[in-house]
Each structure stands twice: as C-alpha cells, then as structure tokens.
C-alpha cells in the first residue's frame, strides 16, 4: 500500500475511524468488558492497510474520542481516560502499527497470524495493566492482578482468538482484491 495516492490513504484513515467507530458498538454487553468487535477492525485493518495508515486511523479515532464524540464503547470525552477500559483503546493504537508492519513483511496468512497474535498481546497487556491500575489508584477500590488477568484477559481472549483467524483469513481476500 505505500504506492497509493494520498488521496487514497485519506481515503482509507477515515475508513478506519468509521470501522472503529461501528465496531465499538456491536457488542455482547458483560461487566465492566464489553466483548466488541473492535479486536477484529483492529488487527483486520493493519493486516490490510498497513502500519501508516492504520495507525494514523487508530490515532485519528482516540483523538476524535477523547474531543467528546461519542464513538468509544461506553461514550466519549476526555474523561474516558478514567474508563477502565481506556487501556485497550491505547493497545489498539500501538498494536496496529505492530500487526501492520509485520503484515507488510509477511504478506500470507500464517504472517497475518503472527501479527495479529502480537498485536492481541499488546492489546491485552496494556489493557488488563490498566484495568488494575484504574480500578485499584483511580476508582480507589480493591482488584487483585489475577482477577483483572481473570476478567480482562481469560474470558474475552477465546473470542479474540476467533476474531484473529476471520481477520487473517479476510486480509488475505481483501489484499488480493486491492491489489487486483
């Protein structure tokens, strides 16, 4: 993709923040984690686009949240910083740079799962790492480590797995019918 116009990959940041935005909202309601489809347009995205432009959208998406739109899951504001899930939202940002410039490498679907396996450790170290620091030093209230590694990482990672193997199964499509 780094042959593209620049109107082209305009284009397609703003795709990304859109992707971002509806698949915040498609989602199975638990407590305190949504299980959404944001994992999925997160390592879908990179593995398609690339690390500029999927960073530059995931970028893009965090700044248009924390300016007051409400495209986050639970709203938006510059307030969601104190969301304890806020931390996923940063591991979408630094994993999409990861799994798009891994994809740009390996540009076959074992590639794509390798970083996008990454890209979900990144995710889900600097969010189960901010669900205990908000929970226990922002909202004052008492969580072990293990119950955050519990809630944040062992229930929802199985979906996430499943989400990983659409998402490389659908680059390996979608990058075939871009390149035609």
């Not at 690390?51 to 965090?62: D, E, T």
Request: hydrophobic share 60%; with cysteine.
């Amino acid at each position: 993709m780094n042959n593209i116009s620049a109107e082209k990959r305009i284009a397609f940041t703003g795709m990304v923040v859109a992707l971002m935005a509806i698949s915040a909202f498609i989602r199975i309601p638990l407590p305190i984690i949504p299980l959404t489809f944001q994992p999925l347009v997160a390592m879908l995205v990179p593995m398609v686009f690339g690390a500029v432009i999927s960073f530059s959208g995931m970028c893009l998406y965090l700044i248009i949240g924390l300016m007051g739109i409400p495209i986050f899951a639970h709203g938006g504001g510059p307030a969601y910083v104190l969301n304890p899930t806020f931390g996923y939202l940063v591991g979408f940002v630094v994993s999409s740079f990861v799994i798009g410039f891994i994809s740009e490498k390996l540009k076959h679907f074992r590639g794509y799962l390798a970083g996008g396996a990454l890209g979900l450790a990144i995710i889900y170290v600097l969010g189960v790492l901010y669900l205990y620091f908000n929970i226990n030093f922002i909202q004052n209230k008492s969580m072990e480590l293990c119950t955050a590694i519990k809630i944040g990482f062992l229930i929802p990672i199985w979906f996430d797995i499943l989400k990983l193997l659409v998402a490389a199964f659908l680059a390996v499509k979608l990058r075939n019918a871009l390149n035609d």
